[in-house]
């Protein structure tokens, strides 16, 4: 799919202008005159950008802005805001009002398209996987509420002998996180001590910093796996566009001159360390996304989809080395009728405690799963018959010996639950095509041990 | 943690020189002088990346390289050779054993440190999630056997009027994606249409394709959606070497030089085609280890960790609209007695089909889940008694209207299997702090529905 760009501008100049500036990057522009163009637009597709114009007094910028970010559907749209923006207060009240950056007319062609492909890069890992939407919000990717400003810790680059920018100092001070001030030189060592920022602003206006210097600064942020992820924003002298859009295409996070106010670099610092909380909190999501995909949610034990292709490389692994390996399958006696006595909760609590004393009974390169309702996988790698049979009667013993807890809610003293478990055992080292596997000798055992009278372990006997 | 990089070369000005060209990016240098001395650094600390010395007929570094992919947890350290590396046949040779890059001596610090740079970038997004071992093999991240030629398509980009490099042309003819030959305006309009590559060949040594264009090509095709995970190798002029770092920095995934025969040419177009394919796999495991989490694996309905919160958000829903919804559990009746006689292989079965036909039968913005063994949850926003009750007799009457199969082997004609459900239902438009939640009310109506007989449906009194 092409690059949706709109193009909102109520002066018609304007809008040929921005449409021009941007023509060499074949997006498919989109053009509206009026807000309720924007809106017929906004429809048809959704845009990934957005170019705002704004003149003074810009009532229906602001307006146009306000409906944008209480959108659900469109309030990650990126806008930058073009204009004749020299006023500090108008910048900073169209930052403020949702703008992601601002150009300043005339526009300039090689930087505008930087912070286009700046903005359009910026889209989060978790959008490109393509997840459905009941996952995201299963995930809780969609959570609200944490506009205030997140802490973090900053890091201002300065060459060595300058003074830090007048505009960063009070800044500093305000930020929850504090500050420190590095030359360049100093920030490569800290990196490569691992104790890095999460923000860095990067002072490319001072003297003494070439711009060879701060493009190499920028990719080695971007190289490091420490500071990979971090937030980078530069400054630069007015007027130096073409290292501002290199800078931009190399991965700084955002610009600002050295010329900016402290609410204006204050506010893009505030919006920069939200934005890496956004992208570290969705990593971390992702990542407890597939660590659960191979968990069973009640009682934290691996869960059938992990449990057969583990026990397929362990006996696998068995065939290969010839030392046996031990699978059993345990089923909790009568289960359904702790459930229609006791109730679901008791149900699910007996399985979460059946599950610690079972995990905690096993040797470390065992595998515990939950298989299904009331049944369970051990596995375990290179373990004779004597230590199979002891660590099945280990866990049977384990389950019997101790009552569990029953959840009668209103009920002073709940009655306690005997709970039982019956266990099939097999032992091989490696399993023949047409004869029963590993899993269904044991599931074969179990069903024994049922007939026999339950509570009890059996062991299946070795294949010819 | 500070990146790691072994020099492992044997002649002692060469480690001196390598040394010092990286010295200002401040990495944590180690070094070796013989094969022994390298494992027992590699032992010490993993390194994140290896710059490994070469002189012909360099039997050492060859030796190096195989033993080093060869060991599965050490195959993924990128490796640069540095040396003398004009011969054409020691080139290929050395980047057929496993090297990554080559690194011509005398080194050019800038290039070799955004060689570096580059291959310390390319670290999988996987990785980064920090997933436990188990998990990364659970999800089969650590599959094997794709070293083949990887199919792609390949666009080579040449200057308008331009012809292609004579190296390049029977490069092309030997690709199985086939390739075809664009100006960088015809790219432009190509990746607008979203109809991109695999692979971009950009010939930045060609006349009329200036440092910058090169440099913004490399920029929009990182930041554009249909082309972000594209790779990309350009062609340099020869001594070009601070073009050809910034290019890496910029995201270019390798380089040549213009003399570049077409065998090392070939090679590293199959190399770049194949990391690009594993990086697509990866994505795509990552989307399945996310969607897998809130999904059961044997019936494919969402799992217990989805179903309970969105439960609380459709009732959180009907309270804020003040409209009805209704919540069903529903029970397998005797399950365990399936499972007792016709084993699990048919109890599997048995959940698999009646998960099928709950889904079936329920409207689109309903929800089913499997939240226990056999027990199963329906959540109807905008629901009111009489379309409930009509609902759930439709899912009791759609279980008991026609058997199941069994699943005995060796049995000619298995058995049809009986299976019926109960259901209790519950509505509500908000549930009040202290009394019984919807969920709780509908599992006391499946309670009474059990009692009362089983096979039927049971409706909660609505609350006070």
Same sequence: chains 1, 2.
Wanted: proline share 6%; net charge neutral; with cysteine.
């Amino acid at each position: 799919m092409p690059a949706r760009v709109l193009i909102f501008d109520p002066t018609v100049s304007s809008r040929i202008l921005t449409r021009a500036a941007l023509a060499e990057a074949q997006y498919n522009l989109v053009v509206a005159e009026s807000s309720a163009d924007a809106q017929v637009e906004m429809m048809r597709g959704r845009p990934d950008l957005i170019l705002l114009g704004v003149v003074a007094p810009a009532a229906g910028a602001f307006a146009f802005l306000a409906g944008l970010r209480a959108d659900p559907q469109r309030r990650g749209i990126p806008v930058i805001a073009v204009g004749r923006l020299s006023d500090p207060s108008l910048r900073l009240a169209v930052l403020r009002a949702g703008a992601d950056d601002l150009c300043d007319r005339p526009v300039d062609p090689v930087l505008l398209q930087a912070q286009v492909r700046r903005l359009l890069r910026r889209s989060d890992s978790l959008a490109e996987l393509c997840l459905r939407e009941e996952t995201h919000r299963a995930l809780g990717f969609a959570e609200e509420g944490e506009e205030f400003l997140q802490p973090g810790r900053v890091s201002v680059v300065v060459p060595e002998g300058q003074a830090v920018l007048p505009a960063v100092v009070p800044v500093l001070d305000r930020l929850p996180g504090g500050g420190d001030v590095l030359d360049p030189r100093s920030l490569l060592t800290r990196i490569g001590s691992g104790d890095a920022a999460d923000l860095f602003v990067i002072d490319a206006a001072a003297e003494g910093l070439r711009p060879g210097e701060l493009f190499r600064l920028i990719a080695e942020l971007r190289s490091r796996a420490s500071t990979r992820h971090s937030v980078q924003i530069a400054i630069v002298p007015p007027d130096m566009t073409d290292m501002a859009a290199m800078a931009l295409d190399l991965g700084v996070d955002d610009l600002v001159s050295a010329r900016v106010r402290p609410a204006e670099l204050m506010h893009r610092l505030k919006a920069l360390l939200l934005q890496k909380h956004r992208a570290d909190r969705a990593r971390e999501k992702l990542r407890r996304g597939v660590e659960n995909s191979v968990t069973d949610p009640l009682t934290g034990l691996y869960n059938r989809r992990y449990a057969l292709p583990a026990l397929k490389s362990v006996t696998d692994q068995a065939a290969r080395s010839g030392r046996m390996a031990a699978v059993m399958v345990l089923d909790i006696d009568h289960f359904k009728e702790i459930n229609d006595r006791f109730g679901h909760a008791t149900g699910d609590k007996v399985l979460e405690e059946v599950a610690r004393r079972l995990a905690a009974r096993v040797r470390v390169g065992d595998m515990v799963a939950r298989i299904g309702g009331e049944e369970f996988l051990v596995v375990m790698p290179e373990t004779d018959a004597e230590a199979a049979a002891e660590a099945a009667e280990r866990l049977r013993s384990g389950i019997e010996d101790r009552p569990f807890e029953s959840n009668r809610e209103g009920c002073p003293a709940p009655p306690p639950v005997r709970v039982t478990l019956s266990i099939g055992v097999a032992l091989g080292a490696g399993e023949r095509p047409g004869e029963p596997t590993l899993f269904e000798r044991a599931d074969a055992a179990l069903y024994s041990a049922k007939l026999a009278g339950r509570n009890m372990v059996s062991l299946s006997r070795p294949a010819a």
